[in-house]
């Protein structure tokens, strides 16, 4: 079975430092891998994905995500946080390119002043 | 493409009344997915459908919760009767195929903010 762990649910940086969410996963076979974003009253959108085609993934809102197989971890960037990266963050695993998602558990962000 | 659209954006029932929650996918898009988010589950995968079939619903609750897409471009998820434990935010997404040359992302609605009171 797959499963995603985030670890730390709330997150809080200030304005214009790092941003590092965590995401582990399980699975048996090589994943696919995928960062959502969920602003308040919102669906999720996609902040970007891992396809096996490169082990460092670039998305939108200047986030990146590396995916590292020795470590079962797929962990969340960006060198610069702004107040509008406040939001949760949902990773997630698919064995099936995206037909079938399983969630973790989700990371709230607050970017301070 | 406007998109997933859902509606009602929100609803607020008596218990024991019937509630549907509607869903139009993206043109084109050949999966479907129905999702419940909640403070104390997260996200979980209700069922999801293949070319209007349904394909694992496995994650519908109870015998009180059916969906259909009776046509590529429409689902419902209904629930009767509904239950105060059912209230949630219902979300609808669509994805097209599987394999590593397509865009297999799921794409999301806005979706139904549920309260069963």
């Known amino acids: 079975a797959q499963s995603v762990t985030q670890l730390g649910s709330h997150v809080s940086v200030s304005e214009g430092a790092l941003v590092l969410l965590r995401c582990n996963y399980s699975s048996s076979v090589p994943p696919y891998l995928f960062w959502y974003v969920q602003y308040p009253n919102q669906g999720l959108q996609l902040l970007l994905k891992y396809t096996s085609a490169a082990t460092l993934v670039k998305g939108i809102n200047g986030f990146e995500a590396e995916f590292k197989k020795s470590e079962t971890s797929f962990h969340l960037t960006k060198p610069s946080a702004h107040m509008s990266d406040a939001a949760e963050y949902f990773c997630?695993?698919?064995?099936?390119?995206?037909?079938?998602?399983?969630f973790g558990g989700g990371t709230r962000v607050l970017v301070k002043p | 493409d406007a998109g997933v659209i859902q509606s009602p954006r929100h609803e607020v029932t008596e218990m024991g009344q019937e509630v549907t929650l509607r869903c139009k996918p993206i043109s084109g898009h050949d999966y479907l997915f129905w999702y419940r988010q909640t403070m104390m589950r997260g996200l979980e995968l209700l069922i999801y459908f293949n070319n209007n079939v349904p394909i694992d619903d496995s994650g519908m609750p109870e015998d009180r919760f059916s969906a259909k897409m009776p046509n590529a471009s429409f689902s419902t998820l209904k629930i009767q009767p509904s239950e105060p434990r059912d209230s949630a935010v219902y979300f609808c997404?669509?994805?097209?195929?599987?394999?590593?040359?397509?865009?297999?992302?799921?794409?999301f609605g806005q979706g139904t903010r549920l309260t069963v009171v």
């Open positions: 997404a669509s994805s097209l195929g599987q394999g590593v040359r397509r865009n297999t992302e799921a794409f």
């Open positions: 997630a695993v698919s064995r099936g390119a995206g037909n079938k998602l399983t």
